[in-house]
């Protein structure tokens, strides 16, 4: 469980989180929504710890961030898997050994060992044949997938993903938001994900944040999100005559 | 205060490079690969420039000596002088300001562009000693290249007389070890583990904390180019000062 209390975070004169108090639960797969500008990338790397708040603590399964040492600090990181925007994948590795890279780092594995678990979760995410092929050589979904097998290869406690679907097609966008709420479930971890997909809103959202202006502006689950009279929410997610029309409808089965 | 700023962000990259070490089994393979595309990738490029341009110094230094009292040999004193000291040392490490440095500046800003840096922080690794640090150590290896700078700018010169007419072998002979003065070869060494550790480091630092997007990576590698030049240019003067002048 991750606890965020009150955090602020400026760079120079702009403050661009003003107090935000959240908690992401175990299991549970939460997303933090919200426009361009909003404050949501900060916010993800003041989780990841590669920012540090001006104010506010936040604590991972009770340990605040600051207290911990450096050597605390990295053993912590290593249980942090994070899929980038652009996958980040290492375009000097071939596809197995960006899978493996992260359990080359932090553990004793013979080579086969670990040969074995990259495999495992390469096939986890639908990717049996691509072991030998260069980042460059895989499609952009496929390289989402291995940014996914990257960051669960070392069994990790908290799942981040930055705009996961960003850039792909709308069925290979399902695939994605589909496989990070499986591995989820599976493994039990706390996954956290920026996005400004409202179909990942609508078919993942177990918790939603919405930040607007570096503040908290609501939060509850994909249910709440249809109900709620908060215009500033409904103004960002219903922003397409889709949207709308799916949610008169919802609202009109419900009663 | 920009400047002051980066010279001090400089000496905090270098002092974090050595923090927090990567694993001997992964660090082992990234300086063999490091010494395979730094050192091993530049020999051809700098035995070509180093054969022709011993060449050209003893064509030009053979044309300048038309006093029939002053002697040929001296074509030869005068090609080994400039080589050793001067040319291949500091030379080269223009050239390979150009070559390596800029390689290593648009290898480590297209990793801070495409996030592979901020990849690398989230899993809790020194980015700095997994990236610049194995650098750091195949460019230990730099004295081999300039040794062989040396010795190829010498065996263009010896080329360029015989070709030339410019004199005989035994008179060049007879130059290249007239007055040989070991120390040289230190000063010149000592100069090039200098060189080796700017050309690792300040292009390193550009890459590193560049920002911006494939625009921003070209720019890096100019100014990665220019600073490391300067910086080689200043150094020289320096130790030549310090190791030299009695």
């Known amino acids: 469980m991750i606890e965020v209390k009150n955090i602020h975070k400026s760079f120079g004169d702009a403050h661009i989180l003003k107090g935000i108090s959240t908690t992401f639960e175990k299991g549970k797969t939460s997303l933090v929504i919200g426009q361009s500008g909003s404050g949501k990338t900060v916010f993800l790397k003041c989780l990841l710890g590669l920012f540090t708040p001006d104010e506010g603590e936040i604590l991972y399964d009770g340990k605040a961030y600051s207290s911990l040492t450096d050597d605390e600090k990295r053993n912590l990181r290593a249980k942090m898997g994070m899929v980038f925007q652009g996958s980040a994948l290492f375009d000097s590795m071939t596809i197995l050994e960006n899978v493996m890279f992260p359990l080359q780092m932090f553990t004793k594995q013979s080579k086969a060992e670990m040969e074995e678990r990259a495999d495992f979760v390469l096939k986890r995410v639908n990717l049996e044949d691509a072991h030998h092929k260069m980042p460059s050589e895989a499609s952009g979904g496929m390289q989402k997938r291995v940014a996914i097998a990257r960051a669960i290869v070392n069994k990790p406690k908290y799942l981040f993903c930055d705009e996961p679907n960003s850039g792909l097609d709308p069925k290979t966008a399902i695939v994605i938001d589909n496989l990070i709420q499986e591995i989820t479930d599976e493994y039990n971890i706390t996954t956290i994900i920026n996005s400004h997909d409202m179909n990942s809103v609508m078919e993942i959202g177990e918790k939603i944040v919405f930040l607007r202006n570096g503040l908290k502006a609501w939060e509850g689950s994909k249910e709440n999100i249809f109900k709620t009279d908060n215009e500033v929410v409904t103004d960002f997610v219903y922003s397409s005559n889709l949207f709308k029309k799916v949610r008169q409808m919802y609202l009109e089965e419900k009663g | 205060m920009s400047y002051l700023h980066n010279i001090g962000a400089y000496f905090l990259m270098i002092a974090e490079m050595f923090r927090k070490p990567t694993k001997w089994s992964v660090m082992r393979t990234l300086i063999l690969k490091d010494i395979d595309d730094l050192i091993i990738g530049s020999l051809g490029i700098v035995a070509f420039i180093s054969f022709f341009v011993g060449g050209v110094v003893t064509i030009q230094t053979a044309l300048n000596i038309d006093n029939p009292l002053i002697p040929k040999y001296?074509?030869?004193?005068?090609?080994?002088?400039?080589?050793?000291?001067?040319?291949?040392?500091?030379?080269?490490?223009?050239?390979?300001?150009?070559?390596?440095?800029?390689?290593i500046t648009s290898s480590i800003g297209t990793m801070r562009v495409t996030e592979q840096i901020d990849a690398l922080e989230v899993m809790g690794i020194n980015a700095l000693n997994y990236l610049v640090f194995p650098k750091f150590i195949a460019l230990m290896l730099y004295p081999f290249v300039i040794s062989i700078a040396m010795f190829l700018g010498i065996l263009g010169g010896m080329a360029a007389v015989i070709f030339g007419g410019f004199g005989t072998l035994d008179d060049f002979i007879t130059g290249i070890q007239m007055d040989f003065i070991p120390f040289h070869i230190i000063y010149a060494f000592i100069k090039t583990f200098v060189f080796a550790f700017v050309l690792a480091t300040i292009p390193s630092f550009y890459g590193f904390y560049m920002k911006g997007g494939a625009l921003e990576v070209g720019k890096a590698s100019t100014t990665s180019f220019v600073w490391t030049s300067v910086a080689i240019i200043l150094l020289n003067y320096i130790l030549t000062q310090l190791l030299l002048a009695k």
């Not at chain 2, 030869?76 to 800029?102: D, N, W």
């Open chain 2, 74 to 103: 001296l074509i030869g004193f005068a090609t080994r002088q400039s080589i050793i000291l001067e040319f291949a040392p500091t030379f080269i490490s223009i050239i390979m300001a150009g070559k390596v440095g800029s390689f």
